[in-house]
């Protein structure tokens, strides 16, 4: 065997010993290490599929199946509220990759805070494809401020507590407005009102039609004024300037008003902590 036919006949083992491409390939993230007990968990989910046929997710056509597994670090399954749909036009091509972004908190029971394995599986044509295992944590949040308020009458009376509280994520700590139950602490709902620096203590105040009003320190000198329904829906958000110092919301005639000026982007600056050094 000359040399020639040496080197070709070593390019072909080595081609033959690359391992196949799996027929399917799951992928699944999620978007944050970390959630708070209420908000959107959102994972990102991608499918590659390298069958040659397409794989269909829902309709009476339906070829394969797609579905998410959720464990406790016991092994248990967090209890599945209700199944992942899809529409008819969630069918993945050959050799196009199909993405999308799925909110676990609307269909899987996350109501206790611990950590969580996920994993992502497509089963077609009798064989099952999982994703490898990703982790996340789901948390009760720090609480830095609440207030009970008491709605309806008579027997219909309930009390609500509307209570700020924050999570760290790798892009900083995250403020969420958050609507419980103040003697079973179960919770109805959370809200992302954004960055939080915690230099100042955030404050919060009521309004004649029920809405809620918050403001908090977002970044160096940006203070965020943030007004919710009462559900914890999120309406506005206005940010303010003042000179590093803590605005003030106040009630005027029914109203909620802040202190401070309207905050112009690249205005801010770092922290000051201490005199201008001498030229």
Not at 21 to 34: D, N, S, Y
Not at 126 to 147: D, I, M, P, W
Not at 181 to 187: C, F
Not at 201 to 225: C, I, K, V
């Amino acid at each position: 065997m000359n040399i020639r036919s040496l080197l070709s006949l070593c390019g072909l083992l080595a081609l033959l010993a690359r391992p196949a491409a799996a027929q399917i390939e799951v992928i699944c993230q999620p978007v944050h290490t970390t959630y708070i007990i209420g908000e959107e968990t959102s994972v990102r989910v991608e499918v590659r599929n390298n069958t040659g046929v397409p794989l269909i997710f829902a309709g009476s056509n339906h070829t394969a199946h797609l579905a998410f597994e959720l464990t406790t670090p016991s092994g248990a399954a967090v209890p599945l509220k209700a199944e992942v749909p899809f529409a008819a036009s969630d069918a993945v091509k050959g050799g196009e990759p199909w993405i999308r972004s799925v909110d676990l908190q609307a269909f899987y029971d996350l109501r206790n805070p611990g950590r969580l394995k996920l994993r992502a599986y497509v089963e077609w044509d009798g064989n099952a494809y999982l994703s490898a295992k990703s982790f996340f944590n789901v948390e009760r949040g720090a609480e830095q401020l609440k207030q009970t308020v008491s709605t309806g009458t008579g027997k219909d009376k309930v009390k609500v507590q509307y209570c700020l509280r924050s999570v760290a994520r790798e892009e900083g700590e995250i403020l969420f407005m958050c609507i419980e139950d103040p003697d079973s602490q179960r919770r109805y709902a959370a809200a992302n009102l954004g960055t939080q620096v915690r230099l100042y203590t955030p404050q919060m105040l009521r309004d004649e039609s029920g809405h809620t009003h918050t403001l908090h320190q977002s970044a160096p000198n940006r203070f965020t004024h943030s007004e919710l329904s009462p559900t914890g829906r999120l309406l506005t958000q206005e940010h303010f300037s003042n000179d590093y110092q803590m605005p003030e919301i106040k009630s005027v005639e029914g109203h909620v008003v802040t202190s401070g000026r309207p905050y112009v982007p690249g205005e801010d600056r770092a922290i000051p902590v201490g005199p201008e050094p001498r030229p």
